[in-house]
């Protein structure tokens, strides 16, 4: 198994096997939190990853946002 494989099992286990939960995660002080999408997030793959996900998640996004979660975590731009 993979450094990646492994990180995504344990992603996977931590929101109850849901891919969705993970790539919406917002445990951002979580070690893996970088690297639970198979990239960090400032990759370009990363980056496109979460313009879908935010097309395709939208609703959950915006409970996010009312939750007071800073949604530029997602986007990759906090960390360029």
């Not at 445990?27 to 097309?55: I, N, Q, V």
């Amino acid at each position: 198994m993979t450094r990646n494989e492994a990180i995504r099992k344990k992603c996977l286990e931590c929101s109850g096997g849901s891919p969705k939960e993970v790539t919406i995660c917002h445990h951002f002080d979580c070690p893996l939190w970088w690297y639970r999408c198979g990239s960090p997030p400032t990759s370009k793959a990363y980056k496109e990853r979460m313009k879908t996900a935010k097309k395709n998640y939208s609703p959950d996004f915006a409970v996010l946002k009312e939750l007071g979660i800073r949604l530029k975590q997602f986007d990759g731009t906090a960390y360029s």
